[in-house]
């Protein structure tokens, strides 16, 4: 069955990108496409819909993308949420902290739209 | 270190006092020893001469005894025969007597005979001192017939008479002449003993009478034995008294060693045995050696058992004698003598060796006291005493010492006084110096803390650089996302959705074509953008020393290869050859792996930029404990005037013109390639020749490493 995948941007362009980037598998797939506008909107919407995938930005006000992924990994009904951190943050130690709270991939900005759609499929299996 | 403990004297009256001491000391043994031989050969000289004298002493004083009994024998012989002439005189005046009354008729001649003979016999002849008489006649056949006698006789004396007769005949023909004298003892002795007797004869001619006179020589040679032994007491005693002060024995003695006298009656237990043979044997032999000499003979005598020293002799024999003196004395006597001398002359050396001893301690006491006194004052100097003065009166090269030192004393007080005048002036002037220098130290600190807080806010400054720079980077790229974001998917969404419709138009063609190129470029400078904030942030990084390095031992050989690879599709693509020489094994240096791919990637696209045909290089090698990473191309090449300036922060190349159909570069890429090798203690260098290339050439050093950590 076709999952739904989670864009969490405070960036209403940043969300609109990746909306029409991954437009592609809501045709081809039917994968549902949700998009949240800080990280408390997100936890909501990870708690209701449980997606399979999530783009989660990081420097986002109200809860940042660290704090959002520590919460997904230690909520034991969220272990098969997969995270894809997404910022502007392009140093090892970024990478490091933010694989260490839990995400499963780091993809720095500005990111080629080709690989962001590469990813969500390997993730989704599709 | 100058106030260790003072000695009672002077280390140097030690020098000089213990050398004196011992060498008078030793002349004081050399002199006794010396004094002792000549000493025991004087004294022993001295008894030689004492005991000659006192030999010829002996010998002279026993021809004195000796003359004395012959004195006194022949007083007595004479008195002996005196009083045997007076008896025959007497015995012959009765026989005249009696011959005169025959004579003139008043008795006949044969009465006158018998009267005479009775006489005779009558006349007395008791003991031994009244002499005997006797008459005989002559009886014809030439003996004698004995008429009478006052005395009983032992034996005829005929022979006598005969003695006698021949001897008075012989001595003269008249009666007057002095009659002889004979030794008689067989005629008078008596049955009880021999008794030795003088005899004397006359011949009364009227009657043809011999008439004999016979006196006992007992008393006589009781007399002299008497005098004889009174003599030699009185020798004995001469000897005593010549031999008292001598401390030996004066002997005078035989032959057969009996002896005559001698000083020390009391000794006269030695003569029983031996011993004295023994001696007297040793005396009379050595006197004999010197023949008729007077000088004394010497020799020494082992003592009895060979017990004590030897015993020292003088011995002669006493001229005209068949006699000899000698004279022995204790050899321990001889040493005692001068034992006693050396004795006396030891104990005067001792004390002259304790006067000397004594003066020379006053003199050099005297001499070394004022020495003392100026190292005491010497010793107050170097304790910075400079009033001390030493005593200036002392005279001689003391005294001179003593002055000039005084002179040292005073012009030390004096240089003190200036040192200290100089030093009040010094410490004044430090005092100055000492205000000046604290008021510019504080004055140093105040620049100081200046400095600090200027520090503090560069580095503020810094880290909202670094922030701000960050910060930046972030906020520039979410547009920066979304342009280029957009930009690729509409160039995508055109391509998939819009070029086909423009396949029939030729003018629509060329448009849709210019649409996608345009939107190329903006993906290519969105992306140049993204590489120039990269960069920017790097670098940024790297100086303020933000960076977080990943430092491990990194394998060079399969990093550069794998570098390489990537660039092997450009390489085709371009033309332009990729030549790589990478052989296994270089040695491993620590490096940030991620760091040193991005300044190999750099350097290798630089070198593709750069150069349109011929070949990009990539050599590695290992020299002197270092890794040598060389890139070199066969591109453009570098002007001598840019070179120097290649590493600098945002220079590129002016010859923009060779580069116009290639994405511009950011101008950082070798600066933060520089900065990386700084940061791992390497090198980076480059080489050109315009026209014909470029070489840049990395050295690291070598990791080093244990070699169990090589191993894994």
């Given amino acids: ?126 | 270190m100058f106030r260790h403990a003072r000695p009672l004297l002077p280390r140097t009256f030690w020098r000089f006092f213990l050398p004196t001491l011992c060498v008078v000391a030793a002349a004081f043994v050399a002199a006794t020893a010396i004094t002792y031989f000549t000493g025991l050969s004087i004294f022993t000289a001295n008894h030689a001469r004492s005991a000659g004298a006192l030999l010829a002493s002996a010998a002279s004083g026993y021809r004195h005894a000796v003359s004395d009994i012959d004195e006194f024998r022949r007083h007595h012989l004479a008195l002996q025969r005196a009083k045997l002439r007076e008896a025959l005189s007497d015995v012959a005046a009765v026989c005249s007597l009696y011959r005169g009354l025959a004579a003139s008729g008043r008795l006949g001649d044969d009465e006158a005979q018998r009267l005479a003979l009775a006489w005779l016999r009558a006349s007395p002849a008791s003991g031994q001192s009244e002499p005997a008489i006797l008459a005989a006649a002559p009886d014809g056949n030439g003996g004698y017939r004995l008429l009478a006698v006052n005395r009983p006789m032992a034996d005829a004396p005929s022979q006598l008479l005969r003695d006698l007769e021949a001897a008075r005949a012989a001595a003269s023909g008249d009666g007057l002449a002095e009659p002889p004298f004979l030794f008689a003892t067989s005629v008078f002795s008596e049955r009880t003993g021999m008794s030795p007797h003088l005899a004397t004869a006359v011949r009364f001619e009227p009657w043809n009478w011999l008439l004999v006179a016979g006196l006992s020589m007992n008393a006589y040679k009781l007399a002299v034995a008497e005098k004889e032994s009174a003599a030699l007491r009185g020798f004995g005693a001469y000897l005593v008294q010549v031999a008292s002060d001598m401390g030996g024995e004066l002997v005078v003695f035989g032959e057969q060693c009996e002896v005559a006298a001698t000083s020390a009656p009391a000794m006269e237990h030695h003569r029983l045995g031996g011993v004295w043979t023994d001696r007297c044997r040793a005396m009379i032999a050595a006197a004999g050696k010197n023949g008729e000499d007077r000088q004394p003979a010497q020799g020494s005598l082992a003592q009895p058992a060979n017990k004590g020293p030897r015993e020292v002799f003088w011995s002669m024999r006493i001229p005209g004698e068949s006699l000899y003196a000698g004279f022995v004395i204790p050899g321990s006597l001889l040493a005692a003598s001068a034992r006693e001398f050396v004795d006396t002359l030891v104990i005067t050396g001792l004390s002259a060796v304790v006067v000397l001893g004594l003066a020379l301690t006053l003199l050099l006491a005297g001499l070394l006291g004022p020495v003392t006194a100026l190292t005491d004052a010497y010793r107050r100097v170097m304790s910075g005493d400079f009033t001390v003065r030493a005593d200036e009166n002392i005279p001689g090269e003391i005294g001179d010492l003593c002055r000039q030192f005084n002179a040292m004393a005073r012009s030390l007080q004096e240089l003190l006084q200036t040192e200290q005048l100089r030093q009040v002036e010094l410490d004044e002037v430090n005092k100055t110096l000492e205000n000046q220098v604290r008021l510019r130290t504080e004055a140093l600190a105040n620049k100081a803390r200046e400095l600090e807080e200027a520090n503090r806010r560069l580095q503020e400054m810094d880290l909202l650089k670094t922030n701000f720079l960050q910060n930046v980077s972030h906020e520039l790229r979410t547009p920066l996302t979304a342009v280029l974001g957009f930009a690729k998917l509409i160039h995508k969404d055109f391509q998939k959705h819009f070029a086909a419709f423009a396949k029939d138009d030729l003018n629509l063609f060329e448009r849709s074509g210019r649409l996608l190129r345009n939107l190329e470029i903006i993906i290519s400078e969105g992306e140049r953008l993204t590489r120039l904030i990269n960069d920017v942030l790097d670098l940024a990084k790297i100086e303020s020393g933000r960076m977080d390095w990943n430092d491990e031992t990194v394998d060079m050989s399969p990093l550069l290869l794998s570098v390489a690879e990537t660039f092997r599709s450009r390489s085709v693509e371009s033309g332009v050859e990729l030549n790589v020489q990478v052989p296994d094994g270089l040695p491993r240096v620590v490096a940030d792996r991620d760091r040193f791919t991005q300044v190999m990637i750099n350097l290798l696209d630089n070198a593709f930029k750069f150069t349109a045909a011929g070949e990009v290089r990539l050599q590695a090698r290992e020299r002197d404990g270092q890794l040598c990473v060389e890139v070199g191309d066969t591109g453009m090449g570098i002007a001598a005037d840019e070179l120097a300036k290649v590493f600098d922060k945002f220079h590129q190349t002016s010859r923009r013109d060779t580069l116009r159909d290639k994405p511009p570069g950011t101008g950082l890429g070798l600066a933060i390639c520089r900065q990386i090798v700084l940061r791992y203690g390497g090198r980076i260098s480059a080489a050109s020749r315009p026209g014909e290339g470029t070489t840049i050439s990395v050295v690291l050093p070598a990791a080093r490493l244990a070699p169990q950590a090589e191993e894994a």
């Fill in chain 1, 1 to 126: 069955m076709p999952g739904k995948i989670l864009v969490v941007d405070d960036e209403v362009h940043i969300r609109m990108l990746l909306e029409q980037t991954l437009e592609e598998l809501e045709d081809d797939h039917g994968v549902e496409i949700l998009t949240a506008g800080d990280g408390m909107e997100g936890m909501e919407i990870i708690a209701r819909e449980h997606p399979a995938v999530v783009f989660l930005d990081i420097m986002m006000p109200k809860m940042n993308g660290y704090e959002v992924c520590r919460r997904v990994k230690d909520d034991p009904a969220m272990q098969d949420v997969k995270i894809v951190l997404l910022t502007a943050k392009g140093q090892e130690a970024d990478r490091k902290h933010g694989l260490d709270a839990g995400a499963h991939m780091y993809l720095t900005k500005p990111f080629d739209p080709d690989k962001v759609l590469q990813v969500a499929k390997e993730l989704l299996q599709v």
